[in-house]
């Protein structure tokens, strides 16, 4: 019985470890809701091509991104933006990436702070256009 004892805790302590992990994608599915989607879009393009101009918008403008393919689906990817480096997911602006067979990246945008439907075209033109800056005007 002892035994089994010491099991139960070692798999107590594992999934402690799992839950102590969990934040991140926590806000991830917290912030997916339908309160915070601000826009959707369909562009020509490829995940890849996404993110060279992230990368490319990393340099112009001083931005900073995560990107994370999901490891089963390779067609779908999550960007989570950071228009300054350093700040927390409720200041972030998430895209959720759906690349089809036919050339196209379906792209919907989540934000905690509201969005005009010119900031959330902005948002989206990120994507595919590394010089359009999060917090520069025009």
Same mark, same amino acid.
């Given at each position: 019985m002892k035994v089994l004892g010491k099991i139960v805790a070692l798999a107590a302590v594992g999934l402690a470890g799992c839950v102590a992990t969990a934040p991140a994608n926590q806000d991830q599915s917290t912030l997916r809701q339908e309160q915070y989607?601000?826009?959707s879009y369909r562009f020509y393009g490829t995940l890849a091509e996404v993110q060279q101009n992230l990368f490319a918008n990393q340099r112009l403008c001083g931005s900073e991104f995560e990107w994370s393919l999901d490891p089963y689906q390779i067609h779908y990817a999550t960007v989570v933006y950071k228009p300054t480096p350093g %700040?927390?997911?409720?200041?972030?602006i998430l895209f959720d990436l759906t690349?089809? =067979?036919?050339?196209?990246?379906?792209?919907?945008?989540?934000?905690?702070?509201t969005m005009s439907g010119k900031e959330a075209t902005r948002a %989206?033109?990120?994507?595919?256009?590394?010089k359009v800056c999060w917090g520069?005007? =025009?």
């Open positions: 989607q601000r826009d %700040l927390e997911t409720k200041e972030s690349s089809y =067979g036919t050339g196209y990246v379906e792209a919907t945008v989540y934000s905690y702070f %989206l033109r990120i994507l595919q256009d590394p520069a005007e =025009g």
